[in-house]
């Protein structure tokens, strides 16, 4: 064998093993995603304190910031205040009933005395019906105080009860000015900083929970059948070595429609035009990042 030939022979050699180690061996490729939430502000105003950077690990309830209340603070005391006064009207109706009620007691008094007097011919029948009949106006005088006591004290609290909603609603406001981070995760954008001017729905940051990550990758209509969902699956990464990483996942999705192969995705049949997406769960140690490929072996 001469020595170009030699040469050629090596160079082929070179090239089939390449060809040996390309995406043919693997079922499926994709890209590393997560379930990302963006979180926005939920009141107006000027950002006083925001505690976040961008890879920094938050947890669930934990407050990161809070935003200017000042103007709801006094609006809410300004209301209460006026409840206070609305309510400072109300009747004591203890006390202007308590006079009208000894006059009634003192009058039972009198006409039992004087039916003790008619008795021993000391009274007069007309003694005995006077004090009857000033016994009946004073219940009904009694009667009609309380129900119009009653009345004022009810139309004042119904002044009241509108007050109250506001101040529940400033109150609402109040709190819902402190941003609280509602998920576990990893802070992935940050969009906001102190002392910037925010407003309802304007995004502050993006978070996603990185502990559990997902492969999207793409399999052809013939390699349907041989998926189901909670199946166990390898998926394997790229190493500093040049090897591979491998970890063990979980196919968690299978998307019902068929669709175009996206141009970024080589699928084990690069001739078949439609696709299936599916969603595979990897647990992460760290290593895995949004956006790395990764290929699957079913």
Known sequence: ???????????????????????DQFDATGNFEADETIISSEAA????????????????????????????????????????????????AAKQLATVKEQIETTKKEKARFKSLLKEDAATQKQVDDLTAQLALLQKQYDALQSSLNTTTSSLQSEVKPIEVQVEQLQDQIRKSQIVNPVNGTVLV??????????????????????????????????????????????LVDNAEGGYKTYKGVI???????????????????????VYAIKIKVKNDGYLKLGMYGEVNF
Do not use: H
């Open 45 to 92: 105003g000027k950002i006083l304190q925001f505690d976040i950077e961008e890879g920094q690990t938050l947890k669930a309830g934990e407050v990161v910031g809070y935003i200017d209340t000042l103007q709801l603070r006094l609006r809410k005391k300004q209301l209460q205040l006026s409840a206070r006064a609305v309510m400072a009207k109300q009747p004591d």
């Open 190 to 235: 940050k969009y906001a900083e102190a002392n910037e001017v925010t407003a309802p729905g304007k995004a502050l940051y993006k978070i996603a929970n990185l502990s559990d990550i997902i492969l999207r990758a793409y399999i052809t209509g013939t390699q349907l059948p041989e998926i189901k969902l909670n199946q166990d699956v390898e998926v």
């Open 252 to 274: 968690t999705w299978v998307s019902d429609k068929a669709e175009f192969t996206p141009k970024t995705i080589q699928t084990k049949e690069e001739r078949a035009n439609l």
């Open 1 to 23: 064998m001469t020595m170009k030939k030699t040469y050629l022979f090596l160079i082929s050699l070179i090239v089939l093993a390449a060809c040996g180690n390309g995406d």
